[in-house]
């Protein structure tokens, strides 16, 4: 049988652009690793928190979004696990870890923004159940990190404390009550009812919270909390995480 694992997915192949030391190796960037639900912030608060601390970022749930992307391109219905696994056999994956300069490309397609559709919302939890993918994706993501040329990146995602790097030397679970998330992504997609955006989103992490859990925090995982803080207080809560975490490890 073929394998349907893409050629850059599968083990000892680097991604394109990026030379590959050994992981663990005394140059492999520090990981901030950061999980919690829809619209909490995982994004734009981890790109910002890595920007101030000159680090890269890596969006984990890029990777799954371009995936849904490729797969409806292909006419694919992405609960259909048989036939998410046909496409992913010809999906070829990039994406940037620079803050000031974020690209997703499938196919040498500029995806960045495709990727964001409700169409590609609305799909990406079925190419999301299939373990096969969860599994090569994430062997993906620890070796972009650890061949990036970097101090250090902050990843997130939903498994990203807990599957993908539960060695993280930081690891946060950031999460916000979920009537505050509905309301900060409604404000995010002013053209769409915000009834149907927040009932999107609840059933959204409650298909993703069936193959991951993302809303307790695993031993060792600190949760920042931003229901009443603002963006630049929930950067800031962040940051502190990084500071003392990274300050206890150091002896500071
Ligand atoms: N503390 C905050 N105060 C106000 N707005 C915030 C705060 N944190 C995040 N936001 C805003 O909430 C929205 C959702 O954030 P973001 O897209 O980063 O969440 P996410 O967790 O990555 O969501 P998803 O998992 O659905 O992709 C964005 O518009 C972001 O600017
Ligand atoms: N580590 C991850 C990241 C994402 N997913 C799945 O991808 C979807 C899109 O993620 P966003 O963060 O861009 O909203 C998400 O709904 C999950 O289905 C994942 O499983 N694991």
Redesign the pocket.
């Known amino acids: 049988m073929t394998d349907p694992t893409p050629a850059l997915f599968r083990p000892g192949l680097a991604a394109p652009g990026f030379a590959a030391p050994a992981e663990g190796s005394a140059s492999a960037p520090v990981i901030v690793a950061i999980d919690?639900?829809?619209?909490?912030?995982?994004?734009?608060?981890?790109?910002a928190t890595a920007a101030r601390l000159g680090y890269g970022f890596l969006?984990t749930?890029a990777a799954y979004r371009a995936l849904a992307w490729h797969a409806l391109e292909h006419g694919v219905d992405t609960s259909d696990s048989t036939a998410v696994l046909e496409v992913f056999g010809d999906f070829d994956y990039a994406i940037s870890l620079d803050t000031t300069d974020r690209w997703v490309r499938v196919g040498g397609v500029d995806v960045t923004t495709a990727i964001r559709e409700p169409r590609v919302?609305d799909a990406v939890s079925g190419v999301a159940r299939v373990g096969a993918v969860r599994q090569a994706v994430n062997q993906l993501f620890r070796r972009l990190v650890a061949s990036a040329a970097l101090r250090g990146v902050v990843v997130?995602g939903?498994d990203i404390t807990t599957v993908v790097f539960p060695d993280a030397p930081v690891r946060i679970l950031?999460t916000?009550a979920p009537e505050v998330?509905a309301a900060?992504?409604s404000?995010?997609l002013t053209d769409q009812d915000a009834a149907k955006v927040a009932a999107a989103?609840h059933k959204?992490d409650a298909a993703d919270s069936t193959v991951v859990d993302f809303l307790t925090a695993a031993e060792g995982v600190e949760v920042v909390d931003?229901t009443h803080?603002?963006?630049e207080?929930?950067v800031d809560a962040v940051l502190n995480v990084v500071d003392s975490t990274m300050g206890a490890r150091d002896g500071r």
Do not use: C, H, I, Y
Request: no cysteine; hydrophobic share 25%.
């Open positions: 919690g639900p829809a619209g909490s912030g995982k994004s734009s608060v981890s790109k969006d749930g919302t997130e939903r950031l916000a998330r900060r992504r404000a995010e989103l959204r931003s803080l603002d963006f207080q929930t």
